[in-house]
């Protein structure tokens, strides 16, 4: 790549692309096979291929070394290659990974989960955050026999069909219209089975009192990923006493903050319950996982077995995998025994963050605002003034995309979805080092006049 090296922004990408010739050879050979990597990484300001990862550092292709703010899109609560991880894959490894029957490690999984969220009376184990909010949506239909199910705007469930059913934007806020996430998703699913509603917005209160003998399901975020909020738990709590009131199931997808935001997630940290909860990412210290738990009467509906009518199916040839397992156990142990000062410290690290890049561009005004709930985070280029997905329409995306050049250059990764995440093995030390690349990067983004 040739670039002129006149502005701040054209000296990083030549500085990135001088650095990472092997990262651009392996892109091009993955174009040839792959239409897309990983999930479609966006505004990543340079193909950049991971060879190996350690606590809060990625070493790539080319042997750069980063501070990682990626996490894994957030299983690596414990970092990279958490040592009380490794040594449990270590020992299930030499005892085999067998799939079809039942296993001992379960129980154990399931029993951890249920000492850190006291309504998972039950749980089944499954591969992926997607399925689980699959099954979630299933069980809450074959136990109230009622179909639809209520989804909020902002927030994000995984990649099945009825996930994808977003706000549309051009619908009054406070009374969301749906709409599908690009092709292929059927129309029906939209118009038959699901509605939206208005996050952290008491107008939720009212439409679900209005849609109830329709609704089985109402299924939020407690931490919406792209505007991540810890002042939600007052709206949530009502959330929950107008479910209960309006005889509609209530799941918190805790696929992002559960294990991070402290041992029992959201639920603890808001002081919050639902009828079902699911969980994914940091469950299974970094392997992939799923979980679906809550309430024994409606979950006790997936253990009938096949063909009975009143059962909700469930399948799936890798559920319930030894290592996951393992993984899981050694993880939710580790935290479940050092849950005093393991969260507090990670949420506490976080806030710091936040502040020292919100301070920072406060004195400079500066259009960007970090927000963050403990260790989830996502900056918006826009000042102040955002309280949902819908307040984003006027960000600063070409300040926004040049940031991220200068970040990677400073040597701090992000992915290209913009969310990312500290961990338990980001130290005092990596914050500082993080909060002065952001710092760095917003004074190149200035010096182009972007900002
Ligand atoms: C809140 C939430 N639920 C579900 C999912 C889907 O999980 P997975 O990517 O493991 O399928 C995600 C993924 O980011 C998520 O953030």
Partial sequence: ?????????????????????????????????????????????????????????????????????????????????????????????????????????????????????????????????????????????????????AVFDGCYHGAHDYALVKADPESPRSEPGAKIMGTGVPRTIRDDTMMVLPYADAAAFDLIRANKDELALVMVQPVQNTVPRDDVGPWLKELETVCREAQVLLLLDEVVTGFRLGFGGGMEYFGVSGDLATFGKALAGGLPIGALSGRAEVMDLLGKPWGDPKGVFMGGTFSGNPLTMAGGIATLGHMK???????????????????????????????????????????????????????????????????????????????????FFTSTAHKPEHIDRVATAFQDALMAVREDGLI
């Fill in 337 to 419: 025994e050092h849950q005093v000062t393991l969260f507090p410290a990670l949420n506490s690290e976080g806030d710091r963050l936040a502040n020292a890049v919100n301070s920072f561009c406060e004195e400079r005004q500066m259009g960007a605002t970090l927000l963050n709930a403990g260790s989830i985070f996502y900056m918006h280029f826009k000042r102040g003034g955002i309280a949902s997905s819908r307040d984003l329409a006027d960000e600063n995306h070409e300040a926004e995309h040049e940031f991220y050049v200068h970040l990677l250059d400073k040597g701090v990764i992000v992915p290209g979805i913009h969310l």
């Fill in 1 to 149: 790549m040739t670039v002129s090296a006149e502005s701040a922004g054209a000296r990083a990408r030549q500085s990135l692309a001088d650095r990472t010739p092997k990262s651009r050879d392996v892109h091009k050979k993955s174009a040839d096979v792959l239409p897309i990597e990983v999930v479609p990484t966006f505004e990543m300001p340079t193909p950049i291929y991971i060879r190996s990862s350690e606590g809060a550092t990625m070493t790539d292709v080319d042997g750069n070394t980063y501070i990682d703010l990626t996490m894994g899109f957030g299983p690596h609560v414990l970092g990279h290659r958490p040592k009380v991880v490794e040594d449990a894959l270590h020992d299930q490894l030499t005892r085999g990974w067998h799939f079809g029957l039942h296993n001992e490690r379960q129980e154990e999984l399931a029993h951890l989960i249920a000492d850190a969220a006291p309504m998972a009376e039950r749980t089944i184990f499954c591969n992926s955050g997607t399925e689980a909010t699959m099954y979630g949506m299933r069980a809450a239909r074959g136990f109230t026999g009622k179909n639809r199910v």
